[in-house]
C-alpha cells in the first residue's frame, strides 16, 4: 500500500518535471511561430508591405484587421540594421525576437519628428561602437536586439476601411537594410 | 518483476500528466499577471521582455505577435458579463465607454484567432469610425444579422470571441482596478 503511494507519488513528480520541460522547450520546438510563417513570404533585412489579414488567408492568428502592415526579417548576423520610416499619423513600430518577444516599441509620438531612424544591433555590434561616435551622434537612437535574428514590425492605422490604402501608401516608405561594418 | 511493472507505470503516469497539464495550459491561453475588467482579461507582461514561460510556449503555438506593451494592450472576451459564452447565433449589446486611449480597435474573431466571412466585410469597428450618442458612449451589435448603428457580424458561427486593443494608453501593468479603466459592458439580448 505505502508502496503503491510511493509510485503514485513519483510519478506526480516526474509528471510536473514533463511539464515545466515541454513548457520551457515549446518556443524552441514550434514549427509554426510567427518568424517561421513570415520566413517564407518575407525576403530577410528587406522591409515588405503584409497582405491585408482576409477570411481564411490569414498570415498569423490574432491580426488586427484596422492596421497596414510591413515587416522587416532581420538577421544581424552580417552588421547592424537601419531603419528609416517616414511619420505619419497613427503609426507604430515593435519590434520582436526570433521567439516573438516584443522587446521595444516605438510610435509616432515618441519618435518626435518626422523620421525614424535607428540603428538595431546585437550587444557584441554595440559594443564595437567606438565611443566618441556615440557622443557626436547624440540624437542617433541605437537599439539592442536580445537575438541575432528577429521581426521589426510596422503599422499605420486605416481608422476607416476606406482609408487602408493611404495607409499602406504611408508603410511603403519605410526602408531597413544592413550596414556596411565600420 | 514488481520493480518493472511500478517503473512502467509511473513513467507512464508522468507522461500523461506532464503532457496533459502541458496540452491544457497551452490550449486555454493561460498566463500570470492577468488583468480583469468586467467579461475583458489582459496580460499585460505578455507583449513585454516579462513575458512568462506560458505566455511564451503559447505564442510559439499559435504563431501570433502579440501586442508590444509600448505600443498597446490588448483585452479578450469570451462571455458576456454574466458567463453567457459568445455564440454566433445569439446577439449581444456592448456598451459603455472605454479607458482613456490615443485610439482604440475592436474585433471579432473565431477563438482560434481567424477572421470571420460576412457579407458586408466588417471584422471590428475603430474608435475614429464608431457612431456615438451625445455624451460619447457607444452601443455595438454583435448579432448574425443586421442591425441598424454599429453592427458587428458573427457570421452565425458556433463561437466567437472579442480581441478589444488599446493604443497608446496608461492602462497596463500598473492598473489595478476597473475604477481606472471602465471596459464596455457586455450583455447578451436573445438567441
Same mark, same amino acid.
Given at each position: 500500500m505505502v508502496r503503491g503511494l510511493l509510485w503514485i507519488l513519483a510519478a506526480i513528480l516526474l509528471g510536473g518535471i514533463v511539464h515545466l520541460s515541454t513548457v520551457l522547450a515549446m518556443p524552441r520546438a514550434a514549427k509554426q511561430d510567427a518568424y517561421s510563417r513570415l520566413a517564407s513570404l518575407t %525576403?530577410?533585412?528587406?522591409? /515588405?508591405p503584409?497582405?491585408?489579414? @482576409?477570411?481564411?488567408a490569414e498570415i498569423m492568428?490574432?491580426?488586427? %484587421?484596422?492596421?497596414?502592415?510591413?515587416?522587416?526579417?532581420?538577421d544581424l548576423t552580417g552588421g547592424s540594421l537601419k531603419l528609416t520610416a517616414p511619420v505619419s499619423q497613427a503609426y507604430t513600430s515593435v519590434f520582436y525576437?526570433? $521567439?516573438? /518577444? !516584443?522587446?521595444?516599441?516605438?510610435? =509616432?509620438?515618441?519618435?518626435? $519628428?518626422?523620421?525614424? *531612424?535607428? =540603428?538595431?544591433?546585437t550587444a557584441a555590434q554595440h559594443a564595437q561602437v567606438p565611443e =566618441? &561616435? *556615440? /557622443?557626436?551622434?547624440? =540624437? $542617433?537612437?541605437?537599439? *539592442?536586439?536580445?537575438?541575432?535574428?528577429?521581426?521589426?514590425?510596422?503599422?499605420?492605422?486605416?481608422? +476607416?476601411?476606406?482609408?487602408?490604402?493611404?495607409? $499602406?501608401?504611408?508603410?511603403?516608405?519605410?526602408?531597413?537594410?544592413? @550596414?556596411?561594418?565600420? | 518483476m514488481r520493480l518493472l511493472f511500478g517503473s512502467c507505470f509511473t513513467l507512464l503516469i508522468a507522461a500523461a500528466i506532464g503532457l496533459g497539464a502541458t496540452w491544457l495550459t497551452l490550449t486555454r491561453g493561460i498566463a500570470f499577471g492577468a488583468l480583469t475588467i468586467g467579461a475583458w482579461t489582459a496580460w499585460p507582461k505578455s507583449g513585454s521582455a516579462d513575458i512568462d514561460p506560458y505566455a511564451r510556449a503559447t505564442i510559439a503555438r499559435t504563431g501570433e505577435l502579440p501586442t508590444g506593451m509600448g505600443d498597446g494592450i490588448a483585452f479578450y472576451a469570451h462571455t458576456d458579463d454574466r458567463g453567457h459564452a459568445f455564440d454566433g447565433r445569439c446577439t449581444f449589446s456592448i456598451s459603455g465607454m472605454t479607458p482613456p486611449a490615443r485610439y482604440w480597435?475592436?474585433?471579432?474573431?473565431?477563438?482560434e484567432g481567424r477572421l470571420v466571412a460576412n457579407a458586408i466585410d466588417r471584422?471590428?469597428?475603430?474608435? +475614429? &469610425?464608431?457612431a456615438r450618442d451625445n455624451d460619447g458612449r457607444f452601443t455595438i451589435?454583435? !448579432?448574425?444579422?443586421?442591425?441598424?448603428?454599429n453592427w458587428l457580424p458573427t457570421g452565425g458561427i458556433e463561437q466567437f470571441m472579442l480581441v478589444w486593443r488599446l493604443y497608446d494608453t496608461a492602462i497596463g501593468v500598473a492598473t489595478r482596478t476597473a475604477k481606472e479603466g471602465p471596459m464596455p459592458a457586455i450583455e447578451r439580448k436573445g438567441c
Open positions: %525576403p530577410v533585412n528587406t522591409m /515588405v503584409l497582405a491585408q489579414p @482576409q477570411t481564411g492568428p490574432f491580426m488586427d %484587421p484596422a492596421f497596414a502592415t510591413a515587416v522587416c526579417r532581420y525576437t526570433r $521567439r516573438s /518577444v !516584443a522587446y521595444y516599441a516605438i510610435n =509616432d509620438r515618441a519618435a518626435g $519628428r518626422r523620421t525614424i *531612424e535607428l =540603428d538595431l544591433m =566618441d &561616435e *556615440e /557622443v557626436t551622434a547624440a =540624437d $542617433r537612437l541605437i537599439i *539592442e536586439s536580445p537575438t541575432t535574428m528577429g521581426l521589426i514590425v510596422l503599422r499605420a492605422l486605416a481608422p +476607416e476601411p476606406g482609408l487602408m490604402s493611404m495607409a $499602406r501608401r504611408t508603410l511603403a516608405a519605410a526602408t531597413c537594410g544592413i @550596414q556596411a561594418a565600420q | 480597435t475592436v474585433t471579432l474573431y473565431t477563438p471584422h471590428g469597428f475603430t474608435s +475614429e &469610425e464608431i451589435a454583435v !448579432a448574425p444579422l443586421a442591425r441598424s448603428g
